[in-house]
């Protein structure tokens, strides 16, 4: 995998291909793998070099959460493993079905509990990073600063390192940035969509770690144009190449691509070494 490191919050230096946990459980609908497989994925995953984990204790269903699959794996933890968690609009199930405005993830005392219970479930006394999750990006009437002024005062507690936002606007960034420091931001991008152009720049220019989600599409994989051209002449698949496109894309960009199965896990690390060249790059547009 690349040997680039970026250092999430200014202090924790983590390479720039990291693991989502999000497939380990089918969460919110999909297959998963067997109990086995999940954690022999985790186990590989560090030894490939992986020390930035994304996960939430909302990441859990039928009995199988991803914060105790990650426990079981890892504890005790390696010194240089970043955990990343995220609490906010979909810490409830129940959240789903609500309009943005009521969702209840975002009160102070379910914030309080989403990170009490990533702590409790992780087997830690602090978190390393936690994104606050806005609701979709359709909503209105959802304000940022109270939910994120409760997660700074447990920050301030000693129960958080870094804080960071995720599915949010470019407006609801820039507030952020004045009611608190920013880690990272967490937000639907990929070589298809491209909307946080004007982001990734600006996260670039701060200095903060711009991840995206769903970096080779999630359940409606990227389609775009020459990509299988350009995966068939480095001999690699249309999702390596979808992922070192994002790496060269911005030297802020954190990768935390999912998988259960073993073997799309070394294809996703590999993505770290496959280079574009410049025709690759107008190709892909």
Not at 50 to 64: L, M
Not at 136 to 142: E, K, M, V
């Amino acid at each position: 995998m690349t040997t680039e490191r970026f250092a999430l919050g200014g202090d924790l230096p983590v390479a720039r291909i990291g693991y989502g946990a999000m497939k380990l459980t089918g969460w919110p609908r999909g297959d998963r793998p067997d109990r086995e497989t999940a954690l022999a994925v985790l186990r590989r995953a560090v030894e490939l070099g992986v020390n930035h984990i994304d996960t939430s204790h909302y990441y859990a269903r039928d009995g199988v959460a991803a914060n105790e699959l990650i426990r079981e794996a890892l504890h005790p933890y390696p010194d240089d493993l970043v955990v990343v968690t995220k609490v906010g609009a979909l810490v409830e199930g129940s959240d789903l079905a609500l309009p943005a405005a009521e969702k209840t993830g975002l009160t102070p005392d379910n914030l309080r509990r989403g990170v009490e219970a990533n702590l409790r479930t992780l087997g830690v006394d602090r978190l390393d990073v936690v994104n606050l999750r806005m609701g979709d990006l359709d909503r209105t009437g959802t304000p940022l600063a109270g939910p994120l002024e409760t997660l700074l005062a447990l920050r301030e507690e000693g129960l958080i390192r870094h804080l960071g936002v995720s599915n949010v606007t470019a407006a609801e960034f820039a507030e952020a940035r004045r009611i608190a420091p920013i880690a990272c931001v967490q937000n639907l991008y990929n070589l298809a969509r491209r909307d946080d152009d004007p982001i990734v720049d600006a996260c670039a220019q701060a200095g903060i770690a711009f991840v995206p989600f769903f970096p080779v599409g999630g359940f409606e994989p990227v389609t775009a144009e020459h990509l299988d051209t350009v995966a068939a002449r480095h001999g690699v698949t249309a999702p390596q190449v979808a992922l070192a496109w994002l790496l060269q894309r911005s030297p802020n960009i954190l990768l935390i691509p999912g998988t259960g199965s073993p073997a799309h896990l070394e294809q996703n690390v590999a993505a770290g070494a496959l280079e574009l060249s410049a025709q690759d790059l107008a190709e892909l547009g």
